[in-house]
């Protein structure tokens, strides 16, 4: 059973790079689409972007110009950064798959990892 | 950009019958799909493609999608079914969107 696991800094600065990487375990990274969502505390759930099987990215327009998510196959994991950050990113960010039951579904997500942005 | 639009809160007895809707413009041309969230864990696919259930759900959760709405029904309601539910869709371009969330309440 394919599984995902989140990690990376707790905490980071005010203006600094938040940089999050997703572990693949138990199945191919090659064979599938990924994706990043997160949730600030208390709220809903809000896209930050996707990438391709091929390595093709796209971002939410919102953070479009912040966010960087690139592969690294062999190690089987693939990132987040997101430069630049506020308090207003502050949130629990969850790596997830697509393309497993359809294209555009997400059905395997990791558990989640909380990121507080504070100096 | 695409926007997603659904009531903050839904409450239902148990064993009815819970209905969750979706607004979005057009929604019925695109594949919706819906998310369970329970307090401290992770979203579980329930619904995509607008009405097909992942391997493991049960047959209580079905979905729907014509015009505008989507629709997730929840026959049987039982309390573990309480929690907050989120559609999302794929815009067809280069963006997916998620809605705002629905706290599923069993009275």
């Not at chain 1, 997703?22 to 208390?42: A, D, E, F, K, L």
């Not at chain 2, 009815?16 to 057009?26: E, L, N, P, V, Y």
């Not at chain 2, 989507?70 to 963006?95: K, N, P, R």
Request: glycine share 12%; net charge neutral.
């Amino acid at each position: 059973q394919l599984q995902l696991q989140e990690s990376g800094p707790g905490l980071v600065k005010p203006s600094e790079t938040l940089s999050l990487t997703c572990t693949v375990s138990g199945g191919s990274i090659s064979s599938y689409h990924w994706t990043w969502i997160r949730q600030s505390p208390g709220k809903g759930l809000e896209w930050i972007g996707f990438m391709y099987h091929n390595g093709t990215t796209t971002y939410s327009p919102s953070l479009k110009s912040r966010t960087t998510i690139s592969v690294l196959t062999s190690r089987k994991q693939f990132s987040l950064n997101l430069s630049s950050v506020s308090a207003a990113d502050t949130a629990v960010y969850y790596c997830a798959r697509a393309g497993g039951t359809s294209f555009d579904a997400f059905d395997i997500w990791g558990q989640g990892t909380m990121v507080i942005v504070s100096s | 950009s695409y926007e997603l639009t659904q009531p903050p809160s839904v409450s239902v007895s148990p064993g009815q019958t819970a209905s969750i809707i979706c607004s979005g413009d057009k929604l019925g041309d695109k594949y919706a799909c819906w998310y369970q969230q329970k307090p401290g864990q992770s979203p579980l696919l329930v619904i995509y493609q607008d009405s097909k259930r992942p391997s493991g759900i049960p047959e209580r959760f079905s979905g729907s999608n014509s015009g505008n709405t989507a629709t997730l029904a929840i026959s049987g309601t039982q309390a573990m079914d309480e929690a907050d539910y989120y559609c999302q869709a794929w815009d067809g371009g280069t963006d997916w969107v998620f809605g705002g969330g629905t706290r599923l309440t069993v009275l």
